[in-house]
């Protein structure tokens, strides 16, 4: 009787820390906005949907990288490959190849037409190499990742090389929704223009949630259990009848379509592409946004990449106006100033950018090693340290736990 | 280390129930060989006192990459780690460096004789200086994540890699530094059209010598044995009576002193350094580890000079613009057909 009413208690949904996650992500998406938009702050709505690009290709990595275990440090390239079929498809660059106004496809369209040209493009990667054993395939993937930006910009007429390509189309409403027979009930949605934040907003939501909901069914599938298993012991997987190469395949492609995906978006979000936009430093940072989330659980790697975008991109930049600040309402100008080698306070503080960035990386993963909301399965296992000591118990919470 | 496993030689790889292996295969035959042709036509235009000059070059290159790979590779083959922050400390060799030569009124100009002995003690001190460094990263970041999931270490890597670059970026700020020009502009002629400098001899010399040494006390000495072991098998080595820790500490110390000794024998050929300059370093480094066969040092050292003669070729005799282009390709296609890489074993999936 103790034991039921303990069970339930452990099971209750209200104490899993994923539908927290949720709840509080899908609350926070609604009310952000309405409190930015009636502050009159379009530019963090902006900023959000920027981050939303990340949460997408963070949620791709983690399919690579946390359902099937394979290490992926090139993963900008399929981003970046999105991104230039977006721009080239939907800008007027290609007039310059006799083109006349270029080629203006529409935006739901090329979306697609990214993802799955970037797809290809995983597939193409990892069709010879996934045989490789865990860290040859990460440098394979690091080289094919250095060579896209490269190919991009030496290949002038075509890319317009390091100055990228300007003047992208922005996104247009799907055509059902803003059609002739689109009348007023659907008139919020019509009225919107795209190129105001809060369209990219919606836009950017809509489909992060999409993503979401496609990648916890995947999870849940055959597929998903498959990955696992290759994750977990790879010839144990291959024994039990797992075609082990075409479901590593699978990961890949998967994980490259939804960078594609989101390569395609941020083109037309930025309007502009250029090649440096994915060195290997995205690479990086998506990693670190999965790793750090949490690796192998969705709402930790959408909470673990919301925190690295914010960290690299508002609280970095942002940093030497704080420090600033606090000096001059201490009443500290003299370091204010630059004299000598000093190079003034903001600067200075600028500089440390880099340095405080890495002792950031460092201090989290030794304070939680697993990320910050690791897979329950996961947390168990490190727990309990080995297989061996695992119990009955503990089997059934870890399986009730991913379902 | 080696992996000294006897072990059937890795099959070629097969793309069963994806394309034929035979298509495939021509495929990439039929584009090598065209490449190849075309390689082979260019070097007949420029001719051989040419291509002998872009030897030299490559193979003095290659020694710095060998001297970053070696290091890689240890680590690797110790406690498999991909140690992002070693391309750092190898700017950071480089870095000591620069602010130790003033100190010993060293100036450019000086005849060779009084420069000697100031170069060797430099090159000493920031050698040790960078093994200090990175025995202390370990300590910080790898120690503590020994037993954590497998990427928890590579994340912290990369932010030491950052925050070394950081440390470098406030020391001396965002631009390239000129390191002085200390070493003899002698040069000696090979053959027609063919010399090699000083800077050259230096630099492979230094790199040749420490290799050597290295590989003897890793091959000889009894803490050369205790790494070796603890490389196949920690627990055991560990229930043997090594002392793990001792041993790891020690393979990141001698790895960031080749390192380090590379940053001392880069500035003194490029004569110029810059924080961020670890980066591409270090990936080319690791990549020619990789191409060696990770966890041997010998093949590091065979990768390094590989990786440095691709790139003095495709600088030389194509566009600069595409060397990182070919020498990731070449990469790629060196571990489709040889997974494991040049000297790499196949080693047992644990």
């Given at each position: 009787m103790i034991a039921a009413l303990r069970r339930l208690w452990e099971t209750d949904p209200r104490r899993d820390p994923n539908t927290l996650t949720y709840t509080l992500l899908v609350a926070a998406a609604i009310v952000v906005p309405i409190v930015a938009a009636a502050s009159g702050s379009s530019y963090l709505i902006g900023q959000i949907a920027d981050a939303g690009v990340f949460v997408l290709l963070a949620i791709g990595l983690n399919v690579v990288v946390g359902f099937a275990g394979l290490l992926d440090l090139g993963y900008a390239a399929f981003f970046a490959i999105g991104a230039y079929v977006y721009a080239e498809l939907a800008s007027p660059y290609l007039e310059a190849m006799g083109i006349h106004g270029g080629?203006?496809?529409?935006?739901?369209?090329?979306?697609?037409?990214?993802?799955?040209?970037?797809?290809?493009?995983?597939?193409?990667?990892?069709?010879?190499?996934?045989?490789?054993?865990?860290?040859?395939?990460?440098?394979?993937?690091?080289?094919?990742?250095?060579?896209?930006?490269?190919?991009?910009?030496?290949?002038g007429p075509l890319t317009n090389g390091v100055n990228?390509?300007?003047?992208?189309?922005?996104?247009?409403?799907?055509?059902?929704?803003?059609?002739?027979?689109?009348?007023?009930?659907?008139?919020?949605?019509?009225?919107?223009?795209?190129?105001?934040?809060?369209?990219?907003?919606?836009?950017?939501?809509?489909?992060?949630?999409?993503?979401?909901?496609?990648?916890?069914?995947?999870?849940?599938?055959?597929?998903?259990?498959?990955?696992?298993?290759?994750?977990?012991?790879?010839?144990?997987?291959?024994?039990?009848?797992?075609?082990?190469?075409?479901?590593?395949?699978?990961?890949?492609?998967?994980?490259?379509?939804?960078?594609?995906?989101?390569?395609?978006?941020?083109?037309?979000?930025?309007?502009?592409?250029?090649?440096?936009t994915f060195s290997f430093l995205v690479s990086v940072t998506i990693l670190v946004m999965v790793v750090l989330g949490g690796m192998g659980n969705i709402p930790g790697v959408i909470v673990g990449s919301l925190v690295i975008y914010y960290i690299l991109y508002n609280f970095l930049p942002d940093l030497p106006g704080y420090v600033t600040a606090i000096a001059n309402s201490l009443g500290a100008t003299g370091i204010l100033q630059q004299s000598g080698d000093w190079p003034g306070l903001g600067e200075e503080v600028s500089r440390l950018k880099f340095l405080v960035f890495g002792l950031i990386l460092v201090a989290t993963m030794l304070l939680r090693p697993q990320g910050l909301m690791p897979s329950r399965v996961r947390e168990q296992e490190l727990q309990k340290g080995t297989h061996e000591d695992t119990t009955i118990e503990d089997v059934t919470a870890a399986t009730t736990g991913v379902g | 280390m080696e992996r000294p496993i006897a072990a059937p030689r890795a099959t070629p790889i097969r793309l069963r129930g994806l394309v034929s292996s035979r298509v495939v295969n021509t495929i990439v035959l039929v584009l090598v060989a065209v490449v190849g042709v075309l390689v082979i036509a260019r070097i007949w235009h420029r001719g051989p006192g040419y291509f002998a000059q872009i030897l030299v070059y490559g193979v003095a290159n290659g020694s710095i990459y060998a001297l970053i790979a070696i290091g890689y590779t240890m680590v690797y083959g110790i406690i498999e780690l991909i140690n992002f922050a070693h391309g750092d400390v190898f700017t950071l060799g480089g870095f000591v460096a620069l602010a130790l030569l003033p100190m010993f009124g060293v100036k450019e100009g000086q005849p060779t004789s009084a420069v000697i002995l100031p170069l060797l003690i430099t090159l000493v001190v920031s050698m040790l200086f960078c093994g200090g460094v990175n025995v202390l990263i370990e300590r910080i970041a790898y120690r503590p994540l020994r037993h954590a999931p497998r990427l928890a270490p590579l994340i912290t890597a990369v932010g030491m890699s950052f925050t070394l670059e950081g440390i470098m970026f406030l020391w001396r700020g965002p631009f390239f530094l000129h390191f002085p020009d200390l070493l003899p502009r002698a040069r000696i002629v090979l053959g027609p059209d063919t010399t090699i400098g000083a800077k050259e001899?230096?630099?492979?010399?230094?790199?040749?010598?420490?290799?050597?040494?290295?590989?003897?006390?890793?091959?000889?000495?009894?803490?050369?044995?205790?790494?070796?072991?603890?490389?196949?098998?920690?627990?055991?080595?560990?229930?043997?009576?090594?002392?793990?820790?001792?041993?790891?500490?020690?393979?990141?110390?001698?790895?960031?002193?080749?390192?380090?000794?590379?940053?001392?024998?880069?500035?003194?050929?490029?004569?110029?350094?810059?924080?961020?300059?670890?980066?591409?370093?270090?990936?080319?480094?690791?990549?020619?580890?990789?191409?060696?066969?990770?966890?041997?040092?010998?093949?590091?050292a065979i990768g390094g000079l590989l990786i440095g003669m691709v790139q003095s070729f495709s600088d030389g005799y194509f566009d600069s613009t595409w060397t990182q282009v070919v020498i990731f390709a070449v990469l790629i296609l060196v571990l489709v057909f040889r997974p494991t890489g040049i000297l790499g074993m196949r080693v047992p999936e644990k």
């Open positions: 080629i203006h496809l529409p935006f739901w369209l090329l979306l697609f037409v990214g993802m799955f040209v970037a797809a290809g493009f995983g597939a193409l990667l990892g069709a010879p190499t996934l045989r490789l054993r865990g860290d040859y395939l990460a440098i394979v993937t690091l080289g094919f990742g250095e060579i896209v930006p490269r190919v991009v910009r030496n290949l990228g390509i300007s003047a992208v189309d922005p996104p247009e409403m799907p055509v059902w929704l803003s059609g002739p027979w689109s009348g007023d009930p659907l008139k919020i949605v019509t009225d919107l223009k795209v190129g105001d934040p809060v369209g990219y907003y919606l836009i950017m939501a809509v489909l992060v949630a999409v993503c979401v909901v496609l990648v916890n069914n995947l999870q849940r599938s055959r597929i998903g259990r498959a990955w696992m298993a290759v994750r977990e012991d790879e010839v144990a997987a291959a024994a039990m009848g797992v075609n082990t190469v075409r479901i590593k395949l699978l990961a890949f492609a998967i994980g490259a379509s939804l960078s594609g995906f989101g390569g395609a978006f941020y083109a037309s979000k930025l309007s502009y592409v250029s090649p440096d | 001899l230096t630099v492979i010399g230094v790199a040749v010598v420490l290799t050597i040494v290295l590989s003897l006390f890793v091959e000889r000495s009894k803490l050369g044995k205790a790494m070796r072991a603890t490389a196949q098998d920690r627990d055991a080595a560990q229930l043997m009576g090594i002392d793990i820790n001792t041993t790891i500490a020690l393979t990141f110390f001698i790895g960031a002193a080749l390192a380090g000794a590379g940053g001392v024998v880069f500035g003194l050929y490029f004569n110029s350094l810059s924080f961020d300059l670890g980066f591409s370093a270090g990936l080319f480094a690791f990549t020619a580890a990789v191409l060696g066969g990770i966890g041997n040092i010998y093949g590091a």
